[in-house]
């Protein structure tokens, strides 16, 4: 049975926020299949289980943030200007993650510590992510604007464990920190991490 493209985006959206409200093991299947007006029978001609519902709204999610982003190649970040480009990159995945719940639904899902192992299209998306980061790093070391006194595997985990905490955090704060202070906040997090990274 296909499904239209509106009907998956109602499913994705009601499966997100279940999930992040819940985490996956106390997750509803039911509560979903119920919200989206779809009978079991159709969910699983669709889908084969709980974990192929979140495994799609991973991959969903995570393909629509991608394009949102317009996410750079790490060799574009390879001038003088290395810093502003991160500057950059970060108050715009800051003004996006912010638009639109979703994108907070998916790092709820990413960080859910109740996440399952058999999370193929979690752990991808993580792989991918943290490659990319390694990738800036590495470039950044090239171009004189990370130092080079640390393995770069090392400052690679570094880098991308410290954004992961920032994110985790802000993700796990968002209704707390006013709208007026959120930039500073981004401020702040970016020279902590230009302190422990520029030479």
Known sequence: MAITQERREHLVRTAAREFAEVGFEQASLNAVIRHCGLSKSSFYNLLDSKLA???????DVSHR???ALDLPAPEDFGDDRYWS???DLIVRLTQVLTSDDLYVDLAQLLYDTQAPDGSLEARRVLAAAEQWVRDVVSVGRECGAVRTDLPV???GELAFTMLRTFDEWSVRHLDEIPADQLEGLVDAQLAAL???FAP
């Open 85 to 87: 480009h991160v500057v």
């Open 65 to 67: 943030l991608t394009r």
């Open 153 to 155: 595997s090392l400052q």
């Open 53 to 59: 519902l979140y495994d799609l709204v991973i991959a």
């Open 194 to 196: 230009r302190r422990l």
